[in-house]
């Protein structure tokens, strides 16, 4: 196991059932190769709260591709590793939603590791939020931005990994269906 695919979304309401932007950054062999970005047509409205949070907003995502057609593009990427998420749950809820919606079958269950558990594994007694992380690791982020949210998962992975972690003991099945 040398492919991890770290993921990041944001989301355009309260809902959370639609992403608005997606960050993804892949690590093989313990080195970041390849990383990808683009903004999400939710084809949902923008609530005030996440458009403060992400910057993002309706104009925005006027041109940005709806999931389905962004989908054809990351399938590739999201189907070729372990998927690795800082806040696991929100982000594979995220895109469990937005496969359902659109009734795109891929897969019923993924692999995937959260790195909020993995962190309070390995170091406890600390905050796991993102950004606290980032300050620890000293890792450059401009957080809620899908592309650095996804990059400082993938940079906090490899922290672990480099301090002996064994990324298998923390893989867990996601239900996407």
């Known amino acids: 196991m040398n492919r991890f695919i770290a993921f990041d979304v944001e989301t355009p309401n309260h809902w959370n059932n639609r992403m608005s932007a997606i960050g993804i950054t892949v690590i093989e062999d313990g080195i970041i190769t390849d990383s990808f970005y683009s903004l999400v047509d939710p ?43 800082h806040n696991a749950g929100f982000d594979m809820g995220v895109l469990k939603c937005c496969l359902s919606a659109y009734e795109i079958e891929w897969k019923p269950c993924v692999r995937g590791i959260c790195t909020v558990v993995m962190g309070r594994s390995l170091l406890p007694g600390i905050s796991h939020k993102l950004n606290d992380m980032c300050d620890y690791y000293g890792i450059c982020l401009n957080h809620h931005h899908a592309d650095s949210d996804s990059r400082a998962c993938a940079e906090i992975f490899l922290k672990y990994m480099e301090g002996g972690a064994v990324p298998e003991k923390y893989i867990r099945t996601y239900r996407l269906i």
Do not use: C, H, R, Y
């Open 43 to 85: 084809e949902q409205p923008f609530d005030w709260f996440n458009t403060k949070l992400t910057g993002i907003n309706e104009e925005s995502v006027f041109d940005a591709p709806a999931f389905p057609l962004l989908w054809e593009k990351i399938e590739p990427i999201m189907s070729s590793g372990i998927l690795v998420a």
